[in-house]
């Protein structure tokens, strides 16, 4: 199983919901990541869980709130975002923080909208 | 930093031709570089990884070539179908906080 699952695939919210993005993947990987994209443009590093641990935050607003429950899930919490944090919300996984012969794999992504 | 630019940012090909996208890298210090591709509102699919100490990898139609020293890579596509009509992406691990750093990716349309 090469699966990366992300739930939803579409999200639509407000300003002043509160919501989250789940991650899942059963490969036995102890890096996890998120990532950012919006339209036509690369992906943009978001957080990185290593071991269950977060060792990467690449200065996200702290409406973005990640987890890593287990070592097969990782959450993104989101609280009173703004319109101009819609974009398509990526998930990847590796067996290792990359260094040497990593894949990345990535989910299918969850695209949200914030009105 | 790392920086990583992919050129052209589209091309338009007709089905059957053979194509090359072409990315580079600033910071030759890298571990490997993986390409992937992406359709449109979907996630990422890895196509191949090239370690810093190979030149190649193939897979199918698809190869990619690296040279570490002058900070380049292609990807060449044999026999083009309207099905690898899609985004690019070039990505490069190197050392540093940021594992992966991608390029902004050539969209390539293959017209049947």
């Known amino acids: 199983d090469t699966e990366v699952t992300q739930t939803p695939k579409h999200l639509v919210m407000g300003m002043t919901n509160k919501k989250s993005l789940k991650c899942e993947q059963h490969?036995?990987?102890?890096?996890m990541y998120w990532y950012k994209q919006k339209a036509k443009k690369p992906p943009e590093l978001m957080f990185v869980?290593?071991?269950?641990?977060?060792?990467i935050n690449e200065s996200v607003p702290s409406r973005f709130s990640p987890e890593c429950p287990n070592s097969s899930l990782l959450n993104l919490h989101l609280h009173a975002l703004q319109p101009e944090d819609s974009a398509l919300y990526l998930c990847?996984?590796?067996?290792?923080?990359?260094?040497?012969?990593?894949?990345?794999?990535f989910g299918p992504g969850t695209r949200l909208t914030v009105l | 930093k790392q920086e990583v630019t992919q050129i052209p940012a589209a091309l338009s090909v007709p089905e059957g031709e053979n194509l090359v996208l072409n990315c580079s890298f600033t910071d030759s210090a890298i571990y490997n570089l993986q390409w992937f591709r992406q359709d449109p509102g979907k996630g990422l699919t890895s196509l191949l990884l090239i370690q810093s100490s190979q030149r190649e990898q193939t897979s199918g139609r698809l190869n990619a070539s690296l040279d570490k020293s002058s900070g380049r890579s292609t990807l060449y596509i044999a026999a083009s179908q309207p099905g690898d009509s899609a985004t690019y992406l070039c990505a490069v691990y190197s050392s540093g906080n940021t594992p992966l750093v991608f390029g902004k990716g050539t969209r390539l349309s293959v017209i049947a």
């Open positions: 490969m036995g990987h102890r890096a």
């Open positions: 869980y290593s071991y269950e641990k977060l060792s």
């Open positions: 990847a996984s590796s067996s290792r923080l990359a260094g040497g012969e990593v894949t990345q794999y």
